[in-house]
Structure formats: structure tokens, C-alpha cells
């Protein structure tokens, strides 16, 4: 359990959510390529790779050479993608598809450190049109996600405007802590990637989460707390009267961030049928 609710007259703090394992048991962004293949954004070799990707992701994530050859890769690939559209494919699936894969024991974090008088905000590598929804749902108050150019025709240009990834994030933490008021040395984090260490060592008080190898070595080295997150469960089984999100997510301005989960949304690019298979 966490400690008591937060003195109100001590300085704020907060509690930094890793999305992807860490929240919800798959990557957010793959998630959704089964829709994005039926909204007519993708194609049917598009969707096996981001089933390969899901699987590899998974099965133990990607490093950082193997992270950056996907967010280029796909940052060129996107190009031309309706932006909007993607926000509606994502608004129409997202209790379908992302309800089922939250993990109890992150939505009982999230309301305990609620409780005890903190911020919550979601830190992310995927985009922005995915985990703004996603933080939204959770009842986050504050988002932090990677973010493309978006051109005059309302399309990605295939840029990258931020990029939430590595020490970006820490970055980005530190940028709310002085805007929001946050002690950093009484603050929490979760994250499952090695990548976010940067993240972790800000905060007075990190947490691994289903960690990966190289994190899970840290972690022991630094006595880190381990965390094991296994039961996803929808909201509506741990909240009967639950039927909307408990409280809109407000996206930090601050957001540091901008493609490496371009590599997840942009998985699904090219916006015209006759790339369709």
C-alpha cells in the first residue's frame, strides 16, 4: 500500500506511468492494427508485421539500435496519413480493445496514488493519438506521448515534432516537476524498458514493472522495488457503475516527446486503398 494521502501543504508530487507492459499488457499502438487495416489504412502486410512486432514486443521488447531502425523506418512510411481519421478508428475501438488489457494491479496504483492526493501522468513513446485517449479512459491528468508534424492537409508529413523516448522522458518529467510543482525526490515511476531509467532515477521513489532483462539487473543492482502486473481486467469488472472515464486527461504542453511509437502508430501508414493488399 502507499503511504498516507499527501500533506496539502507540502510541495505536489506525482506518480509517471510507462505505458506499453506496464499499464496494459501489449503495446498500445499494435494494438490497434486490426482496425486500422479495416478503416482501409493499412495493408495485409502491414498487419502480419505489426503481428511480428507485437509478438517480438512481448516477448521482450525491442532495444534501442532495433527502436530507432523502426521509428525511422516508419516515420518515412507514415507519410500522408490522415490524422483525424486515425482519431476516430481509435475513439470507436479503444473500450474494445484497450478496456480488456489494463492490468488490475496498474488501475489499483493509479487510484491509490489518486487517493493519496497525487498527480498521474502517463509517460509514453507511443503516439499521442493513441495514448491521449488511453490516459484519458485511465482518468490520468496529465499525458506525455510522441508527437509527428501534422501538415496543412491535416496528414503526417512523416517528421517528427517530439519524440518521447529515453532520456526524453526524464526530460519531460522534470520540465512538469517545475511547471506543476513536483518534489521529484517524493515522486513515483513505473516503467518495464531499460530505456526509461533516465525516467526512474528522477524520481525519489522508481519502480520495475515486469521488467525486462536489462532493467530487472538494475533494478536488483539499485534495490529497486520489482513489481509483477499479470491480471488484465476491464474497468467495468472492477467498477460496476463504470461507464465512462473517471476524469478527462489533460495533456501536458510540456510533452517531450515524438516518434518511436511513431513506430507503433505509423506502423499502419499510408492512408490510400490502393496500398491495400
Not at 7 to 23: E, I
Not at 33 to 51: E, P
Not at 176 to 197: K, P, Q
Not at 213 to 220: H, S
Amino acid at each position: 500500500m502507499l503511504k498516507d494521502v499527501e500533506n496539502h501543504l507540502s510541495p505536489r508530487t506525482a506518480a509517471f506511468f510507462d505505458l506499453d507492459k506496464t499499464v496494459i499488457a501489449k503495446s498500445s499502438t499494435l494494438t490497434f492494427s486490426k482496425s486500422f487495416y479495416q478503416g482501409g489504412l493499412i495493408n495485409r502486410r502491414a498487419v502480419l508485421r505489426t503481428a511480428y512486432s507485437q509478438f517480438v514486443f512481448l516477448a521482450g521488447g525491442a532495444d534501442h539500435d532495433q527502436m530507432e531502425r523502426m521509428r525511422k523506418y516508419l516515420s518515412a512510411l507514415c507519410r500522408g496519413w490522415n490524422v483525424q481519421q486515425v482519431r476516430e478508428i481509435v475513439a470507436e475501438t479503444l473500450h474494445d480493445l484497450i478496456d480488456p488489457i489494463i492490468y488490475d494491479e496498474a488501475a489499483t496504483l493509479i487510484e491509490e496514488h489518486h487517493t493519496a492526493g497525487r498527480d498521474v501522468v502517463i509517460v509514453s513513446t507511443s503516439g499521442a493519438e493513441v495514448v491521449e485517449p488511453i490516459g484519458e479512459l485511465l482518468g490520468a491528468d496529465r499525458v506525455v506521448a510522441t508527437r509527428m508534424v501534422v501538415g496543412d492537409d491535416g496528414c503526417f508529413t512523416g517528421e517528427v515534432e517530439y519524440y518521447a523516448y529515453g532520456p526524453t522522458k526524464a526530460e519531460a518529467v522534470r520540465e512538469l516537476a517545475a511547471s506543476e510543482g513536483y518534489d521529484l525526490a517524493r515522486c513515483y515511476a513505473y516503467s518495464d524498458s531499460v530505456t526509461d531509467i533516465p525516467m526512474l532515477e528522477a524520481v525519489g521513489h522508481p519502480h520495475a514493472v515486469n521488467p525486462d532483462r536489462a532493467l530487472r539487473r538494475e533494478a536488483l543492482t539499485r534495490e529497486w522495488p520489482i513489481l509483477d502486473f499479470h491480471r488484465p481486467v476491464r474497468l467495468k469488472q472492477r467498477f460496476p457503475a463504470f461507464s465512462v472515464a473517471p476524469r478527462p486527461a489533460l495533456v501536458a504542453a510540456a510533452a517531450i516527446g515524438a516518434a518511436a511509437a511513431t513506430a507503433g502508430l505509423v506502423w499502419y501508414a499510408s492512408r490510400r486503398r490502393s496500398t491495400v493488399a
